[in-house]
């Protein structure tokens, strides 16, 4: 009779136990979900700091930040013609908290060129937004006397070897002076480097002879007369440098280059993720004043997303394809 209790008050004891861990939330409990960011998100920029990408990533993201709710650091990681940093977004988690720009035509001729046999593509990028379309243009040292505008580069180019600096093999400035030197008969000799400000730095010491860069590089070095820009590879005269020449002016039509940077993230975030990205990107690009401080630096904000961007990139690796020749390839 007494065990009989004895087992009985044991039982009780266990169920109130058992009834209390469930009151309390326990292993039935459903885990609370993590908001997404809980943590810095790291942007990598594939090009040294000061170029038009990363002096473009600084202005925006912090409009981006306040509809992200989170902090967004610029990660720069040069070299590649910008697969160094893009490898490595790739290499990663596809979890959100590393994304980066990505840069035509850079992204798709480093994947199209036969030399690096990479398999990766655009199709592993989950896109996020297209942020800027900026033209390219050519600035020289102001204490050029060898040539002082375009027709004077072109008629000296004719006859003797001219350097220009590029941001990687392939590049968009790369194409711009081969392009230019199959239309001209120009003897253009590209110097590759890591990034936009070191072809700055390599015509301001007199080492390059032409800054071949994007117009949101050279716009602000021009208003200071740090260098001088006599040609923008564009339909029509830039908003941003409106006495300058385009080709078309001299008569030497349809010579043109472009540079579109967006973000993306590697393939593989989650829905939510994804989706609370594009419209953090989309609210922070379309916001006024971010829109007024780019376009002081002469960069040009074109949103896109979605289907609009995927088939902008798709028309990007069209064009390099019809490049192939320039660049001494065999299309696979």
């Excluded at 994007?214 to 260098?227: A, F, I, R, S």
């Amino acid at each position: 009779m007494k065990n009989s209790k004895k087992n009985l008050a044991v039982c009780l004891v266990l169920c109130f136990l058992l009834i209390l861990v469930s009151g309390c939330g326990g292993g039935n409990a459903p885990a609370k979900k993590e908001q997404y960011p809980s943590k810095p998100v790291n942007v990598i920029v594939s090009f040294a700091a000061g170029g038009g990408t990363d002096l473009g990533a600084r202005v925006l993201l912090p409009y981006v930040e306040k509809n992200l709710g989170g902090t967004m650091n610029v990660v720069n990681k040069p070299g590649g013609g910008g697969w160094v940093g893009w490898t490595e977004l790739l290499n990663g988690e596809a979890n959100g908290y590393t994304i980066a720009y990505v840069n035509t035509p850079n992204l798709m001729t480093g994947y199209l060129n036969p030399e690096y046999k990479r398999t990766k593509t655009t199709a592993d990028f989950d896109l996020i937004a297209n942020h800027v379309v900026d033209y390219g243009a050519i600035a020289i040292n102001v204490k050029e006397t060898r040539f002082t505008n375009l027709k004077e580069l072109i008629e000296y180019a004719k006859k003797n070897e001219v350097t220009g600096s590029t941001t990687g093999v392939a590049s968009d400035d790369h194409i711009a002076m081969l392009r230019i030197n199959k239309a001209l008969g120009t003897k253009l000799v590209a110097v590759h480097t890591k990034g936009a400000s070191d072809g700055k730095a390599g015509v301001m010491g007199g080492h390059i002879d032409l800054y071949v860069a994007n117009v949101g590089e050279v716009t602000v070095p021009h208003k200071n007369k740090e260098l001088k820009v006599i040609a923008v590879m564009a339909p029509q005269r830039s908003k941003f440098l409106p006495d300058v020449q385009t080709f078309d002016d001299i008569g030497a039509k349809g010579i043109y280059s472009w540079s579109a940077r967006g973000i993306a993230a590697k393939k593989g975030l989650p829905k939510e993720v994804l989706t609370k990205l594009v419209d953090a990107f989309e609210k922070g690009m379309k916001d006024p004043a971010q829109i007024k401080k780019m376009e002081e630096m002469g960069l040009e904000v074109k949103f896109m997303k979605g289907d609009e961007y995927s088939k902008f990139l798709k028309s990007e690796e069209d064009g390099v394809k019809e490049v192939f020749d320039l660049l001494g390839w065999k299309k696979k």
